[in-house]
C-alpha cells in the first residue's frame, strides 16, 4: 500500500512538474498544429475509380469437344494473366494507352510514373470464384477512369490474345514436327526398300526365313508323296492292261468292280459321302441314326455303280466281247500314258522346291544377320510412323481446337461494374491527418516540458525534498507575497486555456469543412 502511495506521488509529481511547464505545450502545439493543418489543408485530392468484371469460364463447346480436341484450362489462362497484369511491359503499355507516358520529360521521371502506377493500380479478387476488382487513384478523376479503362481493356484482350498466341505457337511447333517426321518416315520407307531388294532371296513375303524354308520342306514332301502315289496308281493299271492280254478265248477277265478304272456318275457323290461318314464315326457311333441312315445310302449308290459297270460289260460284250475288251486296255494305257505325264511334271517341281531348299541351306549362316537388322528397320520405321500419325492427330485436334475458340470463346468477360469518372474525392484522409497533427503538437509539448522538468526540476511539495535527500523536512517557509503569484498563476492558466482552445477550434473548424466535403486550402488560396 506505501509502495502504491509512494508511485501515485511521484506520478502527481511528475505531472505538477510539467504543468509548471506548460509554457512549452503552448509553444510547441502553436509551432506544430498550424504548419501540420496548413500541409494537410494543401494535400491535393485524390480521386479512385473501379470496375469489377466477372470471368466466365463455363463454355457449351467444352463438353463436346471432350476427347475430339485439345483443350486448356481456362482457369489457370485466367490466374497467369492477373500475375502478370501488372508487370513492367503491362505498365507501360497502360501508360502509353493513357498519355500519362507524355508527362514523363526525363528517364528519371518516366521510372518514377511506371512505380507510381505499378504500386497504385489495385487488381484483386472481389470474394467469389472470378470476379475481380480493378482500382486506380489520381488527381485528375478523368485520368483515374481511363487508366481504369486501359487496365481492363489489357485485362480481356491479353487473356484472349495469350490465348491464340499459345494456339499459334503450338500449331506452328506441330507443323514443324510434321515435316520433320514426315522426312524421317520417307528416309526410313527408302531404307526398309533397299533392305528388301538386297535380300529378296533371304526376305519371304510372308513369315521369317525359316518358316519359309519349313514350308518348301513340307511341299517337297507333299510332292514326293505325290510321286509315289501315282506310280502305284501306273503299276496298278499297267498289271490290269497285262490280265487284259492274257485273257483265252476272246474272254477278258475283267476287275473287280471296286478295282474298275471306269468312272460312273456315281463317283463324286461315293466319295463325298464316305467323307462325311468318316466325320459322322468321329461323333458318334455306328447306332447312331445319322450314321445308319448314310451308311445305307452309301451302300445304295454303290450298288447302283456296280449295276451300271455290269451293264456297260455286258452291253460290250454281247456285241463284241473281244473289241470290247481291246477297247477297254486302250482306255486302260490312255490312263497310264496321262499319270505318266503328272509324273514327269511332279518332277519338275520336285527339282525346283529342292534347287531352292539347297540355295537356303547356303545362305542359313546369313540368316540371323539379315533377320536382326530387317527387324531394327521395322522397328525404327514402325516407331517414326506411329510418332507421325500422332502428330497428325494432334494437328486435326489443335485445329479443331482454334476453330472451336473462334467460334465460342472459352472465356467471357462481363463487365458488372464499368469504369467512371468520381465525383467526389477519395482522399488523402484530411479528418484523421487532422487529429494526427492536433496530438503531435500536444503530445510534442508535453514530451518537452517534462524533459525540461527532468532536467532542471522544481520542488512543489516539502515531500519532494524528502524523496530526493532521504533526510526528513523539519519545516518550510511560505512566500510573502502568496496573493500576487496566485494572480500570476490564473493569469498563465488563462493564457493556457485560450491557447488550447485557439488550437482545438481550429481543428474542430477544419474537421467540420471536411465533413461538409469543404476544401479549406482551395476556397482560401483559389
Known sequence: MQDLQKTLEILIGYIKSVWVKKRYIMICSWLI????????????????????????????LQPLLRGLALQTDPRQEIAMMVKTLLSRPNIE?????????ITATTPEAYESLINSLSRNINLRSAGRDNLYTISYSHKNPEMARTVVQETLDLFVEGTKGNSRKDSDSA???IDEQIGEYESRLSAAEQRVSNFKRKYADLLPNQGTFYQNYSQLESQLEQIRL???????QISTLTEQISSQKSNVDGFAVRPSNSQSPLTTRYDDRITKLEGNLDDLMLKYTELHPDVIEAVNLLDSLKKARDNEIEEYYASGEDANGNEQIGSIASELKLEVSRLES?????KVRE????????????KIDLVPQVEAERTALNRD????????????????????????DVSNENVQFKVIEPPISPRNASGPNRL?????????????????????????????????????????????????????????????????????????????????????????YARIFS
Open 342 to 346: 503328272q509324273i514327269s511334271s511332279l
Open 381 to 404: 520405321y514402325e516407331i517414326t510412323k506411329r510418332k507421325y500419325e500422332e502428330l497428325l492427330t494432334r494437328k486435326e485436334q489443335s485445329d479443331l481446337a482454334q476453330k472451336a
Open 93 to 101: 503499355i497502360i501508360a502509353r494507352e493513357s498519355d500519362l507516358d
Open 226 to 232: 505325290t510321286i509315289k502315289e501315282t506310280e502305284q
Open 33 to 60: 498544429c498550424p504548419v501540420g493543418f496548413v500541409y494537410v489543408a494543401s494535400m491535393p485530392d485524390v480521386y479512385q475509380s473501379s470496375a469489377k468484371v466477372y470471368v466466365d469460364t463455363r463454355s457449351v
Open 432 to 520: 484523421l491527418n487532422y487529429t494526427i497533427v492536433l496530438a503531435l503538437g500536444f503530445a510534442a509539448g508535453i514530451g518537452i516540458a517534462f524533459l525540461i522538468s527532468q532536467l532542471n526540476p522544481i520542488l512543489i511539495r516539502a515531500s519532494q525534498l524528502t524523496l530526493m535527500t532521504g533526510y526528513p523536512v523539519l519545516g518550510s517557509v511560505s512566500h510573502l507575497n502568496k496573493i500576487e503569484i496566485k494572480k500570476i498563476s490564473r493569469r498563465h492558466l488563462f493564457i493556457f486555456i485560450v491557447s488550447s482552445s485557439l488550437i482545438i477550434g481550429l481543428y474542430a473548424a477544419l474537421a467540420a469543412a471536411e465533413i461538409m466535403n469543404i476544401n479549406v
Open 171 to 173: 500449331n506452328q511447333f
Open 351 to 362: 527339282s525346283n522346291y529342292s534347287n531352292k531348299i539347297d540355295t537356303l541351306k547356303q
